[in-house]
Structures are given as C-alpha cells and as structure tokens.
C-alpha cells in the first residue's frame, strides 16, 4: 500500500499543471454551458410537460456527465498512463521496482478515477442547480453514482487500450469507443452485453427519473439489461476489474523499453 | 566465492534478431566492467537481469535467484541507474528521491530521511528541492545515481555513469562508484564505453560482442603480459640504449619514441637497465611492468582475434 500511496501521490503532483487544470475546469463547465444554452435557446419546456421535461433533462445529462465529461477526462488521464512514462523515459525507473507495473497502473487508475469523477461531480451539481427541475437531489446522486461507476469502467478501458497501443492511446481509445461503446452496444444482441454502455444505461433508466412512457418505450426493452441494479453495478466493477488486470498483465508481458529503440 | 549472477545458454531474440546468443556468464562480487561496441548485446543483458525482457532460451540466477520466476526478489535487491535522460517528471530531486524509495517498499518517513542522506552523498546541495525539469546534465546524472541506489541495493548496474560529465563531475562519480564497492561492499556491474573508467574502478572485465561473451576475466589477468617485462621511459638516444641492452643479452622493442619494453624478470633486470643507462648517456625517467592495454585487449576481443573467454 505503501508504493500505492505512493504512485497516486505522485501522479497527483504532476497532474497539477495548468494545462491539467484548465481541462478540469473545462470539463466541469461543459456540461453547465450546455444547460444554460438550451435553457436559454431551446423551448421544450413549454411543449412538453413536467415529466417529460425531467426525462429529457435525464437523458442530457446522462449523455453529457457519465458520458462526454467521464470519457473524455479519462481519455487525458488514463489512455496515456504507459506512454507518458515510456516517453519520459521513466519506465524503466518505476517497471524495475518490486511489483512497480502493478502498483503504477493502479496507482494511475485510482488518479484517473478521481480526476474524472471529480470534474464530473461538479459538473452534475452545477448543471443538475441549472436546470431548475425539481427532484435535484435524486438527479444528483444517481448522475454522481453513474459518473463514479463510469470513471471506473472508462479509466480500466482506456488503461488497457492504451498499454496495448501506448503509441496511439487516444486514437484507439476513441476507435474502442465509437466503436465498442456507441455501435455495438446499441446493437440489441448479445454482443452490447459485454460493453460499458450496456450496463450504465440501465443504472442510468433505473435510476433516474425517467418519464414511464418513456420508460415504455420498445427500443428500451432491447438495449436494458435484466436484473437488479446491484447486479448492474457488480457487473460494471467485474468489468472494471477485469478490464485493469487485463492491462497489468499485458504491460507485465509487453517488454517495454524507454531507452531508445533499437538500442540492444 | 558465490556468483551474483550465473546466466547458462542465455539467448534473446527480437522477431527474427538475435540480440545474445548461448551467453554463459558467471559474475563474481566487486566492480565488474561491462564493455561492447554498439549492437553488442550489452543494455539487453541487462534487461535480462532486470526481468524487463523475456529470455528465449537458457537459464540463470542473479544473486541466488532464479531469472524468470523470481523478478521481483531481484529487482527488490538490484539498483540500476539507466543510460537514458530518464528522470521523474514533474517532481522535485527529493520528491523523485521519496517515490522510488517508497515504491521499493521503504515506509514514507524512512524514504525521505534515505533520499536526505543519498542526496548528500551524492554531493546534491539546496538543488535537491528543485524541480527536476531544471536540472544540468550533470545534477541528472547525480540524481540518477542516487535513485538507483535509494533502496540499498546489493547489486548496482549503472549503464554509462560518467558519460556527459566534466572531468571533476566524472572523477567524483567514480570515487562514489569506489567508496560503494569498497566501503559498503556493493557489486557493481558498470557498463560504459569509457575504458580508463574500467581501468581504475573495475575487478573484472567482461566485452560483448556480436551478442556473446568475448572476454571475461579479472583485469588484473588480462592486464597482465604473457611474457614478464619492464616498460622503461627514457629521456637520450634510445637506439644507444636498446644496443647496450642487446649486448647484455637482454631483448627489448620500443613501444613509443621515448618507450622501452625490456623482457625479463624484474629483479633480474633492475641492475643492467641501470648500468645501460649510464653507459649509453641516457636518463631514466620511468620505470613500470609492463601491461597489456585495456584498449588493446578490448580491440582484439571484438575484432575477433581473441576469443579468450577464459
């Protein structure tokens, strides 16, 4: 736990740059500017009624907080955790350490965890105060649970894509993503069933109050899993989990070097 | 005496490269020089040691421990300074100095009293607070040093200590290298292209070569000349001082414009040096046994004329 605490600090310390900070900020006010803008610019409000506006707003803020704030977070943090030490040449100093790939991918998973979900917890109080429905605090706390639970999942993703292809981690983690995540888990078969998405979206329709006639609806009933919503959230953790064992055992098995290529 | 490391039939290839081939290696306590042309095979023996590459045959310890399956029992034990610029982005020296100490499992406040006492060896001032990023070469290099040996290791490989320092930087580096082995009786495997760094820190020898062992030996022994002699620096005619010599019976060749090499015993050959030098007006300046060259035992070893893997 030592070396854990350790890596985490670390990676921290140096995650505290401008530029680091200023995508925080980015990320926590994206979702905020968008609420102002179709509150300002849109008139659903006054087509629809109190329950539909609250399923519309639900599915906003799904798509942008667990979604485009959560993935694209991760996808600064996590998809370059290899790349960033094999470029800076500091691979070789923490992979030589007992057990050094373990505890740096975890220690750099646990970063990205909490960089994400950070910006996306701000992110939802702002936008969720923007909105001006009520049932806030259920909004709240079911985008916040969602955000942590997609944190979690993206960042094992991304850590094993981008261990699996440090040189273009974020072209690849994009492609998985368009891919994996968009395409094939929205496609009613058995193959969505392995994805992210598959899972959030149903926490997301259990959770979030969602209009019943929306809920009705039958796209929803091919691309929702069955089940509690514990066992959505076991399954996202057995995701995540095997997803970042994956990545340790693939950095372990890759024989990165940081010294200059084809030095033998 | 036990080895550090004993590597049998090791082979690594790259796809379809061979980077070592059937390398055989015993490597005994004290400062070992690790020498080889470029390609040698040199940073890949020692990913080899450090468990950073997959051998493809063969079979080995380090330190008493088998290769493959106890990576982590000898990276807990080795120290390695690489080649590389490489240092920990975004931290300060002793920040840098805390990580890699805790991440070889020494509690917080021990790391930083260890990267204190490390630093301070390693002659770091106030500059150990800076960011790293604003280090010269020589400050990196000390701070590398000084993070491969953080942890107390048993066996140091440092992978090109001395390049990029000036000479005094360079002379303090290998006293450091010096007082490790002597003092606190550290192994160390010192892999470099500068061969007096060899000559005055190293016990033993071991060139690369093509991916296998040319040369592995004390230096002691290979210094050594197959027939005993005397190098004798003289200031005057030499021509004159080689005829007195052969008159004597005694053979010598000139190995420079001022340099003798006289063949003998040494203390057979003590009193006619002397005596030649008086009767053929020549001063004495220098008198040594004579050694082969680290230069010249490395040239022979990869220009493959000798293969004396003795």
């Known amino acids: 736990m030592n070396s854990l605490r350790a890596v985490f600090v670390y990676e921290w310390k140096r995650s505290l740059t401008a530029g680091r900070i200023a995508w925080w900020f980015a990320m926590a006010a994206f979702p905020v500017l968008i609420t102002i803008l179709i509150r300002t610019l849109g008139d659903f409000e006054s087509h629809n009624d109190i329950a539909a506006q609250k399923s519309v707003w639900s599915v906003i803020f799904y798509a942008l907080i667990p979604g485009v704030c959560v993935a694209l977070s991760v996808l600064l943090t996590a998809a370059p955790a290899v790349a960033a030490e094999l470029e800076q040449r500091s691979w070789a100093y923490l992979a030589t350490r007992p057990n050094g790939i373990f505890w740096l991918l975890l220690g750099k998973f646990l970063v990205s965890v909490t960089w994400a979900a950070t910006a996306a917890w701000m992110g939802t109080i702002l936008s969720v105060g923007a909105c001006g429905m009520d049932e806030q605090v259920r909004m709240i706390l079911s985008l916040s649970a969602l955000s942590l639970l997609s944190a979690t999942a993206y960042s094992a993703v991304y850590l094993l894509v981008g261990t699996i292809f440090p040189k273009r981690a974020m072209v690849f983690c994009m492609l998985y993503t368009v891919l994996v995540e968009l395409v094939f888990g929205s496609i009613p078969a058995i193959i969505n069933r392995i994805t992210v998405q598959f899972r959030l979206r149903t926490l997301f329709v259990n959770w979030m109050p969602l209009d019943q006639r929306m809920k009705d609806e039958d796209v929803f009933q091919y691309v929702l899993a069955e089940g509690s919503s514990f066992m959505q959230c076991f399954w996202l953790i057995a995701l995540s989990v095997l997803f970042l064992v994956a990545g340790i055992v693939v950095a372990h098995r890759k024989e990165f070097t940081s010294a200059t290529e084809g030095d033998i | ?310």
């Open chain 2, 1 to 310: 005496m036990l080895a550090l490391v004993e590597l049998k039939r090791i082979t690594k290839d790259y796809g379809g490269f061979r980077a070592l081939s059937n390398v055989d290696l015993t490597i005994y306590p004290g400062v070992t020089g690790l020498l080889g042309p470029n390609g040698a095979g040199k940073s890949t023996l020692i990913k080899v040691l450090l468990g950073l590459v997959r051998i493809t045959e063969g079979s080995g310890h380090v330190l008493g421990f088998p290769l493959i399956t106890a990576s982590d029992q000898i990276r807990t034990r080795i120290g390695y300074m690489p080649e590389d610029d490489c240092y920990v982005h975004g931290l300060s020296g002793i920040e840098s100095m805390q990580v890699v100490a805790e991440l070889s499992r020494i509690p917080a406040t021990e790391a930083l009293r260890r990267g204190h006492e490390i630093l301070d060896f390693c002659g770091m001032g106030q500059e150990r607070y800076r960011n790293v990023e604003t280090y010269s070469t020589g400050m990196r290099q000390k701070l590398r040093f000084a993070m491969a040996i953080v942890h107390d290791p048993k066996l140091l490989i440092l992978d090109e200590p001395t390049s990029g320092l000036d000479p005094e930087e360079r002379e303090a580096m290998l006293n450091r290298i010096r007082i490790l082995a002597r003092q606190f009786q550290k192994s160390v495997i010192l892999c470099t292209h500068i061969l007096p760094d060899v000559q005055v820190v190293c016990d033993n020898v071991v060139i690369l070569a093509g991916g296998s062992v040319r040369v592995s030996n004390s230096l002691e022994e290979l210094c050594r000349m197959p027939n005993p002699s005397l190098t004798v620096t003289l200031s005057g005619d030499c021509n004159a001082y080689r005829e007195v010599l052969m008159h004597k019976g005694i053979a010598s060749e000139v190995v420079s414009l001022r340099q003798l090499r006289v063949f003998g015993e040494a203390e057979a050959l003590h009193t006619p040096i002397w005596t030649a030098a008086r009767e053929s007006g020549c001063l004495v300046r220098g008198l040594t046994p004579s050694k082969n060259s680290l230069e010249q035992i490395f040239l022979s070893a990869v220009g493959g004329e000798n293969h004396a893997n003795s």
